[in-house]
């Protein structure tokens, strides 16, 4: 058995990051596939009381440990290997604010947009999806600026800021039906750094499960 154990899937940016994390520190880690679109398998009692009360993926399970929130768990194998981890007070600091940000605002609207264009039954509301919309524009703006004047976010080298914030910047252009780095013209050198780090994959070829009905 690998040292960790991922639960995840192909269509995840949330478990992108993980994933991401664990091939760019060279972890020995394999993925355990969840029937999230099929099965519904995270709203089921079992996953709940068993995998993560909070019925999310990912989740990242190390020896007894069993973690869940991307942001928690990068943190973990950060403060455990040295990689990627911020130095110091204020970088922690730092870190944790871009994280944030990220996981309410960046990836947490460009998330469900995609699900509601891609896998949800009806697809999104138009008016939702007009307002998820608005809020991308306006936090991909904000990113936009603090990468036009640092190379990673919080400086001169990738911390776990970044591979946060990487979580769905990744999938085709056709899922969002708008081009994050056509847009934003720092975005994609950035993403271009990240792409260069030894160990990086696309969440397509990192996760199991694509494309859907596969795993
Ligand atoms: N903030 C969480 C978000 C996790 C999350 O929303 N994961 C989605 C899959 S992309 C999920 O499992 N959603 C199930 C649900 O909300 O019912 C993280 O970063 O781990």
Redesign the pocket.
């Known amino acids: 058995m690998a040292e960790y154990q991922l639960y995840c899937i192909a269509q995840?940016?949330?478990?992108y990051?993980v994933a991401l994390m664990l091939n760019l520190i060279g972890a020995d880690w394999e993925p355990i596939w969840v029937d999230?679109f099929a099965d519904g398998a995270?709203?089921k009692p079992d996953y709940r009381d068993n995998v993560n009360e909070m019925?999310?993926?990912?989740v990242l399970v190390h020896g007894k440990k069993k973690l869940?929130?991307?942001?928690v768990i990068l943190t973990y194998l950060s403060d455990l290997t040295g990689k990627f981890k911020p130095q110091g007070e204020d970088e922690r600091l730092e870190a944790l604010r871009w994280i944030i940000f990220d996981?309410q605002k960046v990836n947490g609207f460009l998330?469900p947009y995609r699900f509601l264009r891609n896998f949800a039954k009806p697809a999104g509301d138009p008016a939702v999806m007009a307002f998820l919309k608005g809020r991308i524009d306006a936090s991909l703006a904000i990113v936009n600026k603090r990468l036009a004047t640092h190379a990673y976010l919080l400086g001169d080298r990738p911390t776990i800021a970044d591979i946060s914030m990487t979580g769905y910047f990744y999938y085709p252009a056709e899922e969002f039906g708008f081009d994050i780095v056509e847009d934003h013209p720092a975005i994609g050198p950035w993403l271009d750094r990240m792409k260069a780090l030894p160990g990086w994959k696309h969440p397509y070829e990192l996760m199991p499960g694509y494309p859907l009905g596969t795993h």
């Open positions: 995840s940016g949330n478990a990051r999230f995270t709203r019925g999310e993926v990912p869940s929130q991307s942001g996981n998330g």
